[in-house]
Nanobody, 126 residues
């Protein structure tokens, strides 16, 4: 079945940038809504950004508006999360998720996604 593998995490100073990648295999990439979630120690997993299966509409959490960008490259079966102006509050394990053609009202809900990657650590130092 569908598998997702994240990469690109690391350590960066406040104000720096990182770009995360998530490669999908085992399915038709263009059929899936793709999302990024994150979980910090002691906190619940939260929605970050998502992009629809068409690739023409994106969704975002208020906490990352203007700083993060989500894109997808269907030719490479990969979704990206470009993170700029990073803050210590962005420190978390970032996971990508996929589900078949989610409606707009479901893209931010963890339960709506049926495929998940293992996550990649992002640490932002002050």
């Amino acid at each position: 079945q569908v598998q997702l593998v994240e990469s690109g995490g690391g350590l960066v100073q406040t104000g720096g940038s990182l770009s995360l990648s998530c490669a999908l295999s085992g399915g038709t990439f263009s059929s899936y809504t793709l999302g990024w979630f994150r979980q910090a120690p002691g906190k619940e997993r939260e929605f970050v950004m998502a992009i629809d299966y068409i690739g023409s509409r994106t969704y975002y959490a208020d906490s990352v508006k203007g700083r993060f960008t989500i894109t997808r490259d269907n030719a490479k079966n990969t979704v990206y999360l470009q993170m700029n102006s990073l803050k210590p509050e962005d420190t978390a394990i970032y996971s990508c998720a996929a589900s078949f053609r989610l409606s707009a009202g479901l893209v931010g809900r963890r339960a709506a996604y049926n495929y998940w990657g293992q996550g990649t650590q992002v640490t932002v130092s002050s």
